[in-house]
């Protein structure tokens, strides 16, 4: 059995994966909707009377469906069929395979749902051999991806591979119950689908289960298709957003429907990018309305007022209660006799014991954790009776043929920056983990602007074997047949990983140096040239923890465009750790990943360690940044010395005004909420910076202590954070900012 809290983190993400759906549900038609006599006499069906309960897809507002599922369960309702599209199809698969409406509510009230929704996430490099911070971070505007000959652009909503993975884990259970009919679940239960090519709805009543439902939330541009049979199926709201009429099919006696889909007409806010989204795909989910017949209950509850994206906590409890007051309404009038009674929730079908269950959900995560296949579907089906020994105990033994489709193995992703101080930024990442079949991966960064150029290279040992069958059937396919995943054959038998890997990196830099006095006057540009490498060994613990330690060899220019300057070099070791906590996913810190960093740098020439702290808390609609270092080293070369605020800037100062030997800050940032994506903030700090060794030259350099703050507005937009402000700091010393990207 799986446990509650993989529950509660494969639901969360399963959920908003569908939120980008802006769905435009199909409107009953007027008059249709039957009295509350009807509405009760469902409490009380005679046993010839057949229910089916529809869900229909809708985002966010699919949250309301468990609202009106308590409802009925408190009245003794239990449908024989369930029919869902989209998110309907999901949380219609859950309810359908057990699970009641109470389970459910409690399961969503505990979920940090809007922290599983976002664009593009950061990508961080920790075994690199970058000087700048401890973490190098790269935060792409689109990525693109290469799997087998195909290239796409990569979903800005969610990741494949993930939300495939959490399918399986979180519908493992009703999946081998149905063992291939999903009549077989406690209440029968069909998912609905859109084949791609004409548009018709497709009627999924058998398969996998997860697979299933994975179909019919196939959201245009934020999924890729699935593959059924003959079929590629996209999700099921373009064909059927309330399938009524599927209902109607399976010769069901009557009808109740939660429609939570979007009413035709309503006003998008297109100043966002999800906005946007939800206002192009209303065109694409635009249907004819759907007639109820006397008898039939339609529940609608009041959602609209609340986005298709919103996740929040505050949104979630407004969003089942909305459902659930729908539902009273509608069954609001009937006797006690009727609301008294309480649901008995159907036993599953017999299946696999518990404590396969979880060696089966341990090795699909596992595998799927590898990053190797995109999809594993299991495929389970129960034997037919003459197939069965007279020794057999389970009288319908589930056996499975897992089917995996390849991930991408190259990826690449773009961004772009720009700061009114240092100019326009671009940068590039790549990521390789095709190579030595998929037992190497190799990734990359370049980023080039006016003031600083990089080229980080970094490669890491995956595995000592590979994961992969080669198809001798289909050479060259993405997908694969997998043994069934009791068994101890190869990938099963092979997913334990290494602690220790083997990592290499390479860095080189090019930089133009600014330095400044204390009333922010330039005093000189010294050029840097930088060329450090690193062989070591990297491991990643749990909690997000991840460290790199090896030796090194520094190879540096300084004062590189001065003739007669010459190469200097040291050798030594370098030691790094991190712990990465989950990016935001609302405010304007989007594209900053929260970590605790620490570095020790110690070479024949110089010495440096370093202590970072970036975290991010939300209280109230409020969001706290708080940021803080402190770092000292001995005879530091220009381009390893310490920059006050890092690479994120000290307030009431331009990124890098100050930099030294010795630097230490803290500094405390407050945001909210303004209008629509916009955010008022305000950052104040105080640092100091030392310099033990300056030439006369400079003696001016500005160090001591200092206190700044700044004021403005920030948002996140597709490019990355965005920030307009003016700052102060002590000495009279006044900027303005103007900052998009990361």
């Known amino acids: ?49 057949s229910v089916a309960l529809v869900l229909s897809g809708g985002g966010a507002h699919g949250i309301a469906h468990i609202g009106v599922l308590e409802v009925l369960d408190s009245l003794g309702i239990r449908p024989s069929l369930v029919v869902g599209t989209s998110i309907g199809a999901l949380v219609g698969a859950l309810y359908a395979g057990g699970m009641s409406g109470k389970q459910l509510d409690s399961l969503v009230r505990h979920l940090p749902l809007e922290e599983l929704f976002r664009r593009y996430p950061p990508v961080a490099f920790t075994t690199g051999g970058d000087l700048a911070s401890p973490v190098v971070t790269q935060a792409p505007a689109f990525v693109v991806e290469q799997s087998g000959a195909a290239v796409r652009l990569q979903s800005p909503a969610a990741r494949e591979r993930q939300v495939n993975a959490l399918f399986d884990q979180l519908l493992l259970r009703p999946n081998m119950a149905a063992g291939g009919d999903f009549a077989r679940l406690p209440t029968p239960f069909v998912a609905v689908a859109t084949d791609m090519r004409s548009r018709a709805p497709v009627v999924l009543r058998g398969g996998d289960l997860a697979q299933a439902v994975r179909a019919s939330a196939a959201i245009p541009i934020v999924f890729a298709p699935v593959a059924h049979d003959e079929h590629m199926l996209i999700d099921g709201g373009l064909s059927a957003n309330v399938p009524v009429n599927v209902a109607r099919e399976a010769s069901v006696t009557r009808v109740i429907v939660s429609d939570v889909g979007a009413i035709a007409g309503r006003t998008n806010d297109v100043r966002s990018t999800t906005g946007m989204l939800g206002y192009l795909l209303d065109f694409l989910f635009t249907q004819a309305p759907y007639a109820l017949a006397p008898g039939d209950v339609a529940v609608r509850p009041a959602v609209d007022e609340y986005g298709l994206l919103n996740f929040t906590h505050e949104a979630i409890t407004s969003l089942r209660d909305a459902g659930y007051r729908a539902a009273q309404e509608t069954f609001g009038a009937c006797p006690a006799t009727v609301t008294a009674r309480r649901v008995t929730v159907p036993r599953r079908a017999s299946g696999p014991s518990a404590s396969e269950e979880r060696r089966i959900a341990d090795r699909l995560a596992r595998l799927m954790d590898e990053g190797v296949y995109e999809s594993v579907w299991l495929n389970p089906e129960r034997a037919r009776a003459d197939t069965l020994s007279n020794l057999s105990t389970d009288p319908s033994p589930v056996t499975f043929a897992p089917v995996a489709a390849v991930a991408p193995g190259r990826i690449a992703g773009v961004g772009l920056t720009y700061d009114n101080h240092d100019g326009v930024r671009a940068s590039l990442s790549s990521a390789n983990t095709a190579l030595a079949q998929d037992r190497v991966a190799v990734s990359g960064a370049v980023s080039v602007g006016e003031w600083r150029q990089q080229l980080l290279l970094v490669g890491a040992a995956l595995r000592r074997h590979s994961l992969r069958t080669a198809n001798a059937a289909h050479p060259g396919s993405v997908t694969e047949r997998l043994p069934d995943p009791r068994t101890d054959q190869p990938p099963w038998s092979m997913l334990t990983r290494d602690l220790m890997r083997p990592a290499v990196s390479l860095t080189g830099m090019r930089e133009t140096v600014r330095l400044y006095d204390a009333a922010g006057h330039e005093l000189a540009r ?35 465009t001065t003739p007669g300057s010459h190469a200097r070099n040291a050798t030594g070791a370098l030691v790094r750790a991190a712990r990465l906590f989950g990016v935001r996913t609302t405010g304007p810190d989007q594209s900053s990943i929260p970590a605790i960093t620490g570095e020790l740098l110690w070479t024949n020439e110089y010495r440096r360690a370093l202590a970072n702290a970036d975290l991010i808390v939300e209280r109230r609609g409020f969001q706290l940044r708080t940021r803080g270092a402190l770092g000292a080293g001995r005879d530091i070369p220009l381009s390893a010395q310490l920059v006050l605020g890092g690479t994120g800037g000290f307030p009431g100062l331009m990124t890098g005004e100050r930099r030294g030997d010795r630097a230490a800050f803290v500094s405390a940032a407050l945001s909210h909420a303004l209008v629509g994506p916009l955010y008022w903030r305000l950052d104040v700090g105080r640092g100091v910076t030392r310099l033990l060794g300056d030439s006369a030259s400079l003696g001016s350099r500005a160090r001591g202590w200092i206190t700044g703050a700044d004021g403005g507005l920030a948002a996140d937009t597709p490019l990355g954070p965005l920030t307009v402000s003016y700052g102060v700091s002590t000495g009279g010393r006044r900027v303005f900012k103007l900052r998009v990207g990361s």
């Open 1 to 49: 059995m799986l446990s509650v809290s993989r529950q509660r983190r494969a639901l969360s993400l399963l959920l908003l994966t569908f939120a980008s759906s802006a769905l435009r549900a199909q409107q009953p038609v007027a008059g249709t909707r039957p009295g509350a006599a009807a509405a009760c006499s469902l409490g009380n069906a005679a046993p010839t009377e």
């Open 526 to 560: 010294p050029a840097t040239r930088d060329l450090l490498a690193f062989a070591g060994a990297s491991a990643a613990f749990g909690g997000g923890w991840q460290s790199a330690l090896g030796p090194i060899e520094h190879l540096w220019w300084e004062n590189a």
